[in-house]
């Protein structure tokens, strides 16, 4: 496992991904009972997935759920920040692949925390008619269990035809997509910036997928 994926672990409860203060908002906050039904929806597919006791149907349900709700080519292009205006078709078309196998990799890492934990939603925070935080706890902690008090969060995006998919996840002001951002651009960004930066990054995922 990469030293960038044990990092992860320590510091974020859960994956399929913003800032510590991602919940500030300079208008009032309102819930939102369909991103909350959605993700309730979800964490109901993911508790089963998350009891099982052989790894490899826990990771086969983590990477079918990934792959179900995850907007993975957005968020691909998320954690680019301003490089992704710079990426040709070619490298594109290589990247997002490679992005989704290694976002997968960073799921089962983080889930990996999990042993019949199950997580309940409590609220959400509508940033705006496509982006919303909800909320959510683990409802069924045994006394002493280090996540009983972690809220975890999810960042629901809505498309104008009102699909809904996860675009983020974090616990404890930890956020995936965010972590990726920092660590993406900073490759890019040491390997001369760019197309050539991109290129190292591209290889860089070859190397943590394992191809």
Do not use: C
Not at 140 to 168: C, E, I, M
Request: no cysteine; aromatic share 8%; net charge negative.
């Amino acid at each position: 496992m990469s030293k960038t994926m044990t990092g992860w672990t320590r510091r974020a409860v859960i994956a399929l991904a913003l800032a510590a203060g991602i919940l500030s908002h300079s208008e009032p906050a309102h819930a939102d009972e369909a991103a909350e039904a959605y993700v309730r929806g979800v964490l109901e597919e993911a508790n089963p997935i998350l009891d099982a006791a052989d790894k490899e149907a826990r990771f086969a349900g983590i990477d079918a759920l990934f792959d179900k709700h995850v907007d993975i080519r957005r968020v691909s292009m998320f954690v680019l920040g301003q490089y992704a205006r710079v990426m040709t078709d070619e490298q594109k078309k290589e990247y997002v692949p490679l992005f989704g196998s290694y976002a997968k990799l960073v799921y089962r890492d983080t889930l990996s925390n999990y042993s019949g934990q199950h997580l309940e939603v409590t609220n959400s925070v509508d940033r705006s008619p496509r982006d919303i935080i909800v909320n959510s706890r683990i409802v069924n902690a045994k006394p002493g269990d280090p996540l009983a008090n972690t809220v975890v969060h999810w960042r629901v995006y809505r498309s104008d035809d009102g699909k809904q998919s996860l675009f983020d996840a974090g616990a404890d002001g930890v956020w995936l997509a965010i972590e990726q951002q920092s660590q993406f651009k900073s490759v890019i960004a040491n390997n001369g910036g760019g197309v050539k930066g991109i290129d190292a990054l591209i290889a860089d995922l070859k190397e943590k997928v394992g191809e």
